[in-house]
């Protein structure tokens, strides 16, 4: 039997972070990592590069059935305090587009300074460690592992959603929540590409796959304005990752093809200006050429922009500012960049992250119902929910 005060189950961002805050000010940290080592999602995030955070960072950037939820912790944890972390290990960082932070040193740079972290405050990381029971008596938690039994007042679960599983992603989270009387949102794939039927494959997107341009891609109330990428199955790229958030079975997506333009008063004076001028020609000009041709197939408009009548002209533009899909579903778990729901927020204290009816349990990270957009909006609330978690700890 290990005694100790407190046992974070995940040695991943969210649980790397609480150990570290949780050991600097005191308190007996024991981390169970189930991998052969710890930081694993950081180390293939950004492909490696591990976009830490996000410069624009705001609540409502997160995707959660309590909105209010996640106020507290990034209100008290900021992108720039783990900044300030990074620059006193010596690590710098690049801004891309929309105010992406990505470690220049790469992702195990961010894990060996978090290790390094947790070594200065005394924590004890036991990888290899799958955890098999969890008991509580007599206001102790005893969780069990085929190795060895750790006891401790506080148990902290950071072990995330099951997004990824060829990593050992599992809803553990939920099956310890469901132990403890806590109510569950089901976790769902959140950032994934979308998927399409055999027919509308066939009609939309066949020979298309590799097409990229900007669009802005609406759902559910919901609009992003970014890249998207025609795959052999459907719809990716960063504007269909974060739409995919917002989707449900049976919605429908609408595409912006044109988000910069109008596109009824382009056609308009197009056909007024170069009446002899070919559709798909036109098109090009906007559209990659491939996309432009099979737009023209399908609508079945083809020559020159004169003898296109108002109501075609009004049916194209339509076309053009609001392309309307239904997608068949997702590409799933397998792909999925994060998972969407997770330990009910109502559950939660906001400031500790504490569960209100189990004393001394915590759920952070991607374990709780709050999903981030694209862009380490994710890394940023596993950060903040760590960091708050620890904090409280012990008090």
């Known amino acids: 039997m290990n005694t100790t005060d407190v046992v974070i189950i995940g040695a991943g961002a969210a649980g790397l972070m609480c150990a570290i805050e949780a050991g600097k000010r005191g308190l007996r940290v024991t981390v169970l990592e189930k991998a052969d080592k710890p930081g694993r999602k950081i180390l293939i995030s950004g492909g490696g590069r591990c976009n830490f955070t996000n410069l624009h960072t705001t609540p409502d950037n997160y995707l959660?059935?309590?909105?209010h939820f996640c106020k507290s912790a990034l209100a008290r944890y900021t992108p720039w305090h783990f900044i300030g972390l990074m620059s006193a290990h010596g690590l710098s960082y690049t801004e891309k587009t929309l105010g992406q932070l990505f470690c220049d040193q790469k992702a195990p740079a961010i894990v060996a300074m978090l290790l390094d972290e947790c070594a200065r405050a005394g924590v004890r990381i036991r990888c290899g460690?799958?955890?098999?029971?969890?008991?509580?008596?007599?206001?102790?938690?005893?969780?069990?592992?085929a190795d060895a039994h750790y006891r401790a007042a506080n148990l902290v679960v950071a072990t995330g959603g099951p997004s990824i599983?060829?990593?050992?992603?599992?809803?553990?989270?939920?099956?310890?929540?469901?132990?403890?009387g806590l109510h569950t949102i089901p976790f769902r794939p959140a950032l994934v590409p979308l998927v399409f039927s055999d027919q509308d494959k066939a009609r939309w997107f066949a020979g298309l796959s590799g097409i990229a341009l900007p669009v802005t891609a609406s759902c559910n109330g919901v609009s992003f304005h970014e890249?998207?990428?025609?795959?052999?199955?459907?719809?990716?790229g960063p504007a269909i990752l974060q739409i995919s958030s917002f989707w449900r079975k049976g919605d429908p997506l609408s595409i912006d093809l044109l988000p910069a333009h109008n596109a009824a008063e382009l056609l308009n004076q197009a056909r007024e200006q170069h009446p002899e001028r070919h559709l798909h020609n036109w098109l090009s000009e906007y559209l990659p050429s491939r996309l432009a041709q099979r737009l023209c197939e399908v609508i079945s408009l083809q020559g020159p922009l004169k003898q296109l009548s108002?109501?075609?002209?009004?049916?194209?533009?339509?076309?053009?500012?609001?392309w309307t899909l239904t997608p068949s579903g997702t590409e799933g778990m397998r792909t999925a960049e994060?998972?969407?729901?997770?330990?009910d927020c109502n559950e939660l204290?906001?400031?500790?992250?504490?569960?209100?009816?189990?004393?001394?349990?915590?759920f952070i990270g991607e374990a709780v119902d709050v999903t981030g957009h694209l862009g380490g909006f994710n890394f940023q609330w596993?950060?903040?929910?760590?960091?708050?978690?620890?904090?409280?700890l012990g008090l």
């Not at 959660?64 to 909105?67: A, R, V």
């Open 129 to 145: 460690e799958q955890v098999r029971e969890i008991d509580w008596q007599d206001g102790r938690y005893t969780v069990k592992t």
């Open 349 to 362: 204290s906001s400031k500790t992250l504490a569960a209100r009816k189990q004393p001394g349990l915590y």
């Open 227 to 236: 890249n998207m990428l025609v795959t052999h199955r459907g719809l990716s």
């Open 382 to 392: 596993a950060w903040a929910s760590g960091w708050c978690a620890g904090q409280a």
């Open 338 to 343: 994060v998972s969407a729901g997770g330990v």
């Open 64 to 67: 959660s059935d309590n909105p």
């Open 310 to 322: 108002p109501r075609q002209l009004t049916n194209l533009a339509g076309l053009l500012n609001g």
């Open 165 to 180: 599983p060829k990593m050992g992603a599992t809803d553990f989270s939920q099956s310890v929540a469901k132990r403890f």
